[in-house]
Every structure is written in structure tokens, then in C-alpha cells.
T-cell receptor
Framework: GAGVSQSPRYKVAKRGQDVALRCDPI?????LFWYQQALGQGPEFLTYFQNEAQLDKSGLPSDRFFAERPEGSVSTLKIQRTQQEDSAVYLC???????????????????FGPGTRLTVL | QKEVEQNSGPLSVPEGAIASLNCTYSDRGSQSFFWYRQYSGKSPELIMFIYSNGDKEDGRFTAQLNKASQYVSLLIRDSQPSDSATYLC?????????????FGKGTKLSVKP
């Protein structure tokens, strides 16, 4: 079946422009995560949705970052007034339910999309 | 704040050798651990999950967990050039979320033919 898809795959923005990044999770997956991955670093958590509810946005670096998932499927990450430090790969991941679990032998695997590489000039 | 530490490498091993990748974590309460593989320009993919002390084997991969030492490792036996990738160690965080992952910086592995 289809995996997680993201669009666009590449985005070049001039400093100060607004951008919108889209994520299509695996059909039926309840949980959706956004991560930011800078060059040479591991992914860093931005925000989490369970269906349409944004349950955690503690990782969003500033109020210029905004995410939504209005119908509990597709999600959009919007960055306003982009800055050079926003340049990174933005990864979306979905899981069937809950998060990574791990309190027992079970786990909810997070499936990652291909990412959107954002370059801010 | 949970932290996950990995040597960034690069780690270079000859084809057929055992590659050993290490990870330490700061939160003694962490229960489970994930190893992801990320090829250059690609998304991370899960290759191992471990929650019990000791070893877990899956094909050429073995994850080793020592909770007392807060240490988890990944061994790749009979390394192949196709194993060349960045390996990310991750632990789940249950603060305000439902288990988002805290990743290390990753170790870049290069397997030379």
C-alpha cells in the first residue's frame, strides 16, 4: 500500500516568505508527527496530532511555525516569514495509534515520509 | 530533557566485518529503544526495537541493551556495502505527547568493498 507522502519534495524560499508543507499519512493512521532534521543531525520533534487534535506542539521553535490537521488525515506545516535557520528537511511520520509506546513489548511503529527539503536564501 | 548520544562517525569497516554502533541515553526511566537506518537523502526506516535487557537478534542485526549502564548498541554482522547509511538511535518521550521519538545525531557507517 501507499506510504507516507510529502509535498513538495524540495522548496526554495527567499527569507521572509511564507511556506506550506503538506503531509499525507498512511490511510487509517491516527497519529501524525512532524520532525525537523538539520544537516548532520537527527530528527527533532516539532508537533504531534492524534486525529485532528494537536496534542503537543512543544517542539515548534517559534510562533512562526503553525501546523494543522483539520480533518484528521492530511496535515500542513506552515512557516511564516522564513529565516535562514529554518533551512532543514521536514519529516512527517504517522503511526496506527498512539505514539512510540514501548512500555511493554508492543510498539507503534512510526512510518516516515520522504521529507521536504527547505532551503531559505 | 531526555538526551540520546551517539558518535557521529564516520565509522568505516571492511566488507564482511562486524560493525558496532553505540548509543547512550540520559533518562534512566527509558523503557524501550529504536534503531533507524537512514540512507543519504532518504527517510528513516525502523530496523530494530528492543525493550528488554540483553540481546535481540534479527538476521544480521543484533541490538544489545544494558539499562544499568544506560547503553544500547547495534551490531551488524557480515557488513555489506549496502549497509552504508546513517544509523539513528531513538527513545520515546512521553512528556506532553504520546510517544514522539528523541533521536541521537546518528552514526554514519561506511562499508568498504
Amino acid at each position: 500500500g501507499a506510504g507516507v507522502s510529502q509535498s513538495p519534495r524540495y522548496k526554495v524560499a527567499k527569507r521572509g516568505q511564507d511556506v506550506a508543507l503538506r503531509c499525507d499519512p498512511i490511510s487509517g493512521h491516527v497519529s501524525l508527527f512532524w520532525y525537523q532534521q538539520a544537516l548532520g543531525q537527527g530528527p527533532e520533534f516539532l508537533t504531534y496530532f492524534q486525529n485532528e487534535a494537536q496534542l503537543d506542539k512543544s517542539g515548534l521553535p517559534s510562533d512562526r511555525f503553525f501546523a494543522e490537521r483539520p480533518e484528521g488525515s492530511v496535515s500542513t506545516l506552515k512557516i511564516q516569514r522564513t529565516q535562514q535557520e529554518d533551512s532543514a528537511v521536514y519529516l512527517c511520520a504517522s503511526s496506527l495509534e498512539g505514539g512510540a509506546s514501548g512500555v511493554s513489548s508492543s510498539y507503534n511503529e512510526q512510518f516516515f515520509g520522504p521529507g521536504t527539503r527547505l532551503t531559505v536564501l | 530533557q531526555k538526551e540520546v548520544e551517539q558518535n557521529s562517525g564516520p565509522l568505516s569497516v571492511p566488507e564482511g566485518a562486524i560493525a558496532s554502533l553505540n548509543c547512550t541515553y540520559s533518562d534512566r526511566g527509558s523503557q524501550s529503544f529504536f534503531w533507524y537506518r537512514q540512507y543519504s537523502g532518504k527517510s528513516p526506516e525502523l530496523i530494530m526495537f528492543i525493550y528488554s535487557n540483553g540481546d535481540k537478534e534479527d538476521g544480521r542485526f543484533t541490538a544489545q541493551l544494558n539499562k544499568a549502564s544506560q547503553y544500547v548498541s547495534l551490531l551488524i554482522r557480515d557488513s555489506q556495502p549496502s549497509d552504508s547509511a546513517t544509523y539513528l538511535c531513538a527513545v520515546p518521550y512521553y512528556g506532553g505527547s504520546q510517544g514522539n521519538l528523541i533521536f541521537g545525531k546518528g552514526t554514519k557507517l561506511s562499508v568498504k568493498p
